[in-house]
């Protein structure tokens, strides 16, 4: 091959290979629409029953813009999101850091920092039964000094929601 053939497929190769590295680095685009839905928690084990709100902006990708949640419900205050589909469809997660306190039925409710222990909840969504979603949450002690977590900690929960 004659040495212009050899530096014009190079060139090419080069050309192409710089396309595609461009094209790999385009921000990632999520179409969607914006939503803003509460809705209403019931049959909670977490905490009380209230309402939780969540709204997500247009074209979001990853997180909720914003989380309404009460502090007596129990419930974490972020909210990771699915590329696609609607949140009354389920498939979020609710995730963050509280305080409980054990109840004497080996429960746990939500307290203030200075009476309770610290935990981390995750909750997922999933459709549930008559167009509501089911919570579903499980928890741990946010940090420990030993290398095993105290097991009443450990803990699970779950709420209904319907959407107002």
């Known amino acids: 091959m004659s040495a212009l053939l050899k530096n014009v497929v190079t060139a090419a190769t080069l050309t192409a290979t710089a396309l595609l590295l461009i094209a790999d680095s385009e921000p990632q685009v999520c179409r969607r629409a914006a939503e803003d839905v509460t809705f209403q928690v019931t049959e909670n084990t977490c905490g009380r029953d209230g309402t939780l ?12 813009e914003e989380v309404e949640v009460s502090p007596e419900l129990g419930l974490p205050d972020s909210c990771g999101i699915p590329d696609t589909g609607a949140l009354w469809n389920g498939g979020w997660t609710l995730w963050g850091d509280l305080y409980v306190s054990e109840t004497p039925d080996g429960g746990f409710e939500p307290t203030d920092e200075d009476l309770g222990s610290h935990v981390v909840r995750t909750c997922e969504s999933t459709p549930g039964v008559g167009g509501t979603l089911r919570l579903d949450c499980r928890g741990g002690p946010a940090s420990t000094d030993s290398t095993q977590p105290a097991p009443s900690l450990n803990h699970t929960c779950s709420a209904v929601l319907t959407q107002q």
């Not at 709100?53 to 909720?64: P, Q």
């Open 53 to 64: 709100r969540i709204k997500v902006g247009k074209d979001a990708c990853d997180i909720a």
